[in-house]
T-cell receptor, first 116, second 114 residues
């Protein structure tokens, strides 16, 4: 079965510092999408950043950026200038192989704590 | 524009009872999805729909049924609830148009089966 692996169940960062969350995935597709979703205590799933596999340039959204290594099937999320509001569960997801329904395969998540 | 809404937000059932979760979206999206989220498991796809009148099984479909009679609504049914179905359920929708492939999520329904 296709899997997305987040090897860090929990991470902690000092406010204003930088933290990197890891994600690896497996797929046999050549074209796919990768996502990072944030889930704060409110439970709402919020899209943080997305990456199209055919684009070599790493995606960036304000303080959030990714390090996309296609050959290694690695997709890490870097949060710069961490803020208290960044504390949440972060889920990495990949589009499922075999079809165009856009189904997502999620990792088990990384709980990020931000210390003041 | 409410986006994706889910009804109810919380529910407690007894084993064997039935219920239906309603998902509604006002973005005219073609695709809709039902996920469940369990502690330490991330989100897993239960069923999905690629259009009105069509449904398909996801990763964990057993014990659930779905229907999509209207484009904007996607219903998830539990015919005979079991404690193993205690979970948080999320609905999501996605547009067929464009290349963003982004799913928009509802706020979730916390279901407890006693």
């Amino acid at each position: 079965a296709q899997t997305v692996t987040q090897s860090q169940p929990e991470m902690s960062v000092q406010e204003a510092e930088t933290v990197t969350l890891s994600c690896t995935y497996d797929t046999s597709e050549s074209d796919y999408y990768l996502f990072w979703y944030k889930q704060p205590p409110s439970r709402q799933m919020i899209l943080v950043i997305r990456q199209e596999a055919y684009k070599q340039q790493n995606a960036t959204e304000n303080r959030f950026s990714v390090n996309f290594q296609k050959a290694a099937k690695s997709f890490s999320l870097k949060i710069s200038d961490s803020q208290l509001g960044d504390a949440a569960m972060y889920f990495c997801a990949s589009t499922a192989q075999g079809g165009s329904q856009g189904n997502l395969i999620f990792g088990k998540g990384t709980k990020l704590s931000v210390k003041p | 524009n409410a986006g994706v809404t889910q009804t109810p937000k919380f529910r407690v059932l007894k084993t064997g009872q039935s219920m239906t979760l309603l998902c509604a979206q006002d973005m005219n999206h073609e695709y809709m999805y039902w996920y469940r989220q369990d502690p330490g498991m991330g989100l897993r796809l239960i069923h999905y729909s690629v259009g009105e009148g069509t449904t398909a099984k996801g990763e964990v479909p057993d014990g659930y049924n779905v229907s999509r009679l209207k484009k904007q609504n996607f219903l998830l049914g539990l015919e005979s609830a079991a404690p193993s179905q205690t979970s948080v359920y999320f609905c999501a929708s996605r547009s067929l148009a464009g290349s963003r492939n982004e799913q928009f999520f509802g706020p979730g329904t916390r279901l407890t089966v006693l």
